[in-house]
């Protein structure tokens, strides 16, 4: 079994190694100089690292990189090449390259993850799935060597709804947190009491009792070391913007989402995309977010 990996950034470079360390033989491109390739066999061009796979993984910025991508490698997969693109884009964008594959006669799933940098070295990553059966069946023995659990969420575009819209909870949920504990403090309660009154009452959610955005009850939250690592904002900021624009194709009405969608750009713009989702409170502090959105 031969795999091509194309796109070894953050996230694909350690896949790609997880998946040589298990003792697959991997194919790998990447444009970018800096990119981490343990192990792989590295290519000068796509093409050349799809000819001889049986499966062909994506891990790439966006929609778009995955379709310009999809065009120029189909015409030289082997007949039946299994194409599984675990990137993080539009669900349209999605099913479009799914019906690309489809109709060169290849089959394909869209496999976005969850656990990031962390997770994809650890082989620790949750898969979500949207394709045929059979594909999702073909695809679980690599999502096992490369992630803990992989739910087949439907067909093709499901994985990415999933994704989108579990995400959306996230950045929602997070700033609902935040604007909890800012209220909190000018009331005068201390984190820790609203930490174990919430994390055992109806404010339970992940946004508090894994990812707390204070310092303190959770030791091991991104607050606690200048919300370094985990979860960048910019990459929250691209998931609600990916289920802005699925909610806008669809006709519906996400206001939270939305809400949150503008809140983190703001944010975003004032302090980078680099420091953990969870660092949105210090902007509620700051009452940045009292501006009306802008457009
Ligand atoms: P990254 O920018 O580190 O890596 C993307 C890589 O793709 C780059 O090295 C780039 O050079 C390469 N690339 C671009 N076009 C290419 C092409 N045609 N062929 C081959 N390689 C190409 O990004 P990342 O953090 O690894 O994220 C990748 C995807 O995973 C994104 O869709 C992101 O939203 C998603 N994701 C990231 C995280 C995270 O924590 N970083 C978590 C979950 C999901």
Known sequence: MTIAFLGLGNMGGPMAANLVKSGETVHG???????????????????????????VITMLPSGKHVLDCYREILPSARPGTLFVDCSTIDVADARQAAELVTAAGHRAVDAPVSGGVVGAEAGTLTFMVGGATEAFAAVEPFLAVLGARAIHCGASGAGQAAKICNNMILGVSMIAI?????????LGLTHQALFDVASTASGQCWALTTNCPVPGPVPASPANREYSGGFASGLMLKDLRLAESAARDNDVATLLGTRAAELYAAFVERDGP??????????????????????
Do not use: Q, W
């Not at 100089?33 to 590295?42: D, Q």
């Not at 680099?274 to 457009?295: M, Q, Y």
């Open 29 to 55: 491109y990447d444009p970018a100089a800096t990119a981490r390739s343990e192990g792989v066999a590295r290519f000068d061009s796509a093409i050349a690292a799809v000819a001889a796979a049986d499966v």
């Open 178 to 186: 935040s604007e909890a504990f800012a209220l909190g403090e000018e």
């Open 274 to 295: 680099g420091r953990d989702f969870s660092a949105i409170i210090t902007a509620v502090r700051d009452g940045l977010l009292t501006k009306e959105p802008t457009a």
